[in-house]
């Protein structure tokens, strides 16, 4: 029986590119970490090993490169249009591009100094497909965020492997994954960037949680309602367990003031939340 070839793609992964703005006092850097994959007429490639149709993916790296040059310190969504359009206008066996890019944070602390801004990472993903065009997805990851207080967790469902006991005063903290749709393929990327983000943040603060569920879906929400350039969100919020420690063989009372931060295992709330209007989610999740 013969094999059938399936969905495939091929890129380069992980090509580092820092971008120095010297016009700039301070100095400005971008700092990105890009992904490319193409998929496009690869059958004949996996069949019989001909490679016509196949762009190296040492190409793809210096493609990088020169259109991180030419276009300058721009936003990780320019960049990553760029480089999807470019491939898949540029050759004709190549019909869609996906493109991801993580941009890394850093603060000046001088002329020319700068310091790494904390774990959080920003991310972009495009794809670009000849028959439906640009799909521009944004987000972040490892966001840290925690409530000493306003949290509880009662009330949930029992059998007979159940331990843990409920609680009406806990904290609650979490590393948020979002993820976030744009309508278009053209706005002010680094607001609207900017808007989601802190939305994530004010509604974590602002609401008084009975789970992570409910902070989830008031975060989602208030994207969409600050966000109106996005129509989508989803998000992952691992559960970051702080346990009281117990202080009584030391003598010691602990009225929810010394805490073990257990890193695992962990709960993992994850959720879609989508604007009323929110058109087809197309290729730009695959």
């Known amino acids: 029986m013969m094999a059938i070839l399936g969905e495939n793609r091929y890129g380069k992964a992980e090509v580092r590119v820092v971008h120095v703005d010297r016009g700039q006092q301070p100095h400005a850097i971008r700092d990105f970490n890009v992904s490319v994959s193409l998929a496009g007429d690869m059958l004949q490639t996996h069949l019989s090993g001909a490679n016509d149709q196949v762009l190296p993916t040492d190409t793809q790296k210096n493609t990088v490169y020169a259109l991180a040059q030419r276009l300058g310190g721009v936003e990780p969504e320019v960049l990553a249009l760029a480089l999807a359009r470019h491939f898949v206008e540029g050759r004709p066996g190549i019909t869609r591009a996906r493109v991801q890019v993580d941009s890394y944070g850093w603060t000046s602390v001088g002329p020319h100094s700068l310091v790494r801004s904390g774990g959080e990472v920003r991310t972009v993903t495009v794809v670009h497909d000849e028959q439906s065009g640009s799909w521009v997805l944004g987000g972040l990851r490892e966001l840290t965020l925690l409530n000493t207080t306003d949290s509880e967790f009662r009330g949930f469902a029992r059998d007979e492997y159940t331990t843990l006991a409920e609680t009406t005063d806990r904290m609650l903290a979490t590393s948020v994954e979002a993820r976030w749709r744009f309508r278009t393929a053209d706005c002010d990327w ?84 989508l604007a009323e209007d929110a058109a087809d989610a197309g290729p730009a999740w695959s």
Do not use: W
């Not at 509604?203 to 949680?209: L, V």
């Not at 989803?234 to 602990?254: E, I, T, Y």
């Open 190 to 273: 680094a607001a609207a960037h900017q808007r989601a983000r802190q939305a994530l943040i004010q509604a974590f603060a602002d609401t008084y949680s009975h789970s992570l569920q409910q902070s989830l879906y008031a975060m989602g929400s208030r994207v969409l309602a600050e966000a109106p350039e996005l129509c989508e969100v989803r998000l992952a919020l691992p559960n970051k367990h702080h346990f009281l420690v117990d202080l009584s063989p030391f003598g010691l009372p602990n009225d929810n003031e010394v805490y073990l931060a257990a890193d695992r295992p962990y709960g993992l709330i994850e959720g879609q939340l």
